[in-house]
């Protein structure tokens, strides 16, 4: 017992789900709700125990704070996961024991869709809670949350081919891109349109199915590589969008690229894997701010839905990754340290100003009514 009260020590709440009716095994992880209600997706994945759950939804509800802080919206970060392999698990019966648990939460978390789960998923969940974003439009919801997110990596790559060659261009250069889900296989069609070479990867033969019919129709030089050799891939740019905690001592010393910026969430296995990076003179975008787009769009469910808003919104990721390399330059930091502490000082000035109106009830986060 002692060990999980340690082990949540930075966290305000953690829900443990459990319904036998449905198999459904999920974890909720409200990390903090200083800027707000807590908001962040959803995550399906086959955890091979429940301590590796945990684990991640604490890492991911943590990620979710920040990533609030750095996209300026008034919420604050939280995340499930469920337990369970996505291609054979999901029912309609379990998103709706899922909604159950969400609806207990009386608006202290809200949720949509993550790695693993669709927004036809939530559509279930909906039945039971109002506290779903990310649904179809046709639901009420602001849609696929995966569109905005692979806009904003776009962004990310802008900023940071102009931070390592001075030119924001995608084409004439080369990205290894790891996973081609909702989110890489987007990031995978723009830049071949842009002309770009790439490396790509994924345990699903048929997403690289996918991806190499399109590259023959678009005339794009695509490589497949295995799941190891996207590490050592020669492209300028690492472009992870599949799991977390793929920069590690074994894989940052493979590593060829100048820089990595992709949507994959907890990116660094370790804080200390920042500086790992710095030292070998590869240039990080910190995750949280390349992959905010679905999070900016989701936000904006607060509003009457407006995708050029949306689009303004997530454009400001390409400005605020320039300002976190020149701020972390100029201090001889990592890009890490620079955008954390950058959150850090926007969270404890919002703190105040959300504590002096504490009074008040708080129509602004009446997301659905
Ligand atoms: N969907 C969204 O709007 C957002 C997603 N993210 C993050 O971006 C990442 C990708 O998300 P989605 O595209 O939504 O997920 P997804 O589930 O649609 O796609 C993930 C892809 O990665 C592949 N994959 C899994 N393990 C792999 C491995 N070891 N090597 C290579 N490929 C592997 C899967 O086969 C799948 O094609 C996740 O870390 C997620 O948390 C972050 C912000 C928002
Ligand atoms: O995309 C969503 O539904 C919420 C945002 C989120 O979970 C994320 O950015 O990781």
Redesign the pocket.
């Known amino acids: 017992m002692e060990d999980v009260f340690q082990k949540i020590k930075e966290h305000e709440q953690v829900i443990f789900c459990n319904d036998e009716g449905t198999g459904l095994r999920a974890i909720i992880a409200i990390h903090s709700t200083r800027l707000g209600p807590a908001l962040g ?1 959803c ?1 399906m994945f086959p955890y091979k125990s429940e301590a590796e759950a945990l684990e991640d939804c604490l890492r ?1 509800s943590k990620g979710m704070t920040y990533k609030c802080a750095a996209a300026d919206v008034d919420f604050g970060g939280g995340k499930a996961v469920i337990i369970g392999d ?1 291609n054979s698990d999901k029912s309609p019966e379990l998103f709706r024991a899922f909604g159950q648990y969400v609806e207990s939460l009386h608006g202290r978390f809200y949720t949509g ?4 789960t669709s927004p036809e998923d939530f559509i279930h969940a909906l039945k039971e809670t109002n506290c779903i974003v990310g649904v179809d439009e046709v639901y009420g919801g602001s849609g696929d ?2 569109v905005p ?1 692979a806009q904003g990596v776009i962004y990310g790559l802008q900023a940071t081919n102009k931070a390592l060659t001075g030119s924001d261009d995608l084409a004439g250069r080369s990205y290894a891109i ?7 296989m987007k990031v995978a069609e723009r830049l071949m349109d842009e002309g770009a070479d790439l490396y790509v ?4 033969d048929h ?1 690289l199915g996918q991806l190499l019919l399109k590259a023959k129709s678009h005339g794009s030089a695509v490589k497949v590589l295995d ?1 190891q050799e996207i590490y050592s891939a020669p492209a300028d740019i690492f472009v992870p ?4 905690g793929i920069l590690n001592d074994e894989t940052i010393s493979l590593l060829k690229v100048q820089g990595v910026a992709g ?3 907890n990116q660094l296995l370790e804080n200390r894997h920042g500086q790992t990076l710095k030292d070998r003179g590869i240039l990080y975008a910190p995750d949280y701010i390349v ?1 905010s ?3 900016i769009q989701v936000a904006d469910e607060l509003y009457t839905p407006n995708k050029e808003r949306v689009l303004q919104k997530t454009k400001a990721i390409y400005t605020s990754l320039l300002n976190v390399y020149e701020y972390s330059q100029y201090h001889g930091i990592t890009t890490v340290e620079a955008a954390n502490q950058f959150c850090e000082n926007r969270i404890d000035a919002r703190t105040r100003r959300n504590s002096f109106f504490s009074h008040m009830k708080r129509p602004k986060w009446d997301i659905r009514g």
């Open positions: 997706g995550r991911l996505p869709t993550d790695m693993g949350s995966s997110t790891q996973g081609l889900g909702k989110v890489g990867t994924d345990i699903n997403a799941s969008c599949a799991m977390g949507s994959a969430n992959n787009g679905g999070l």
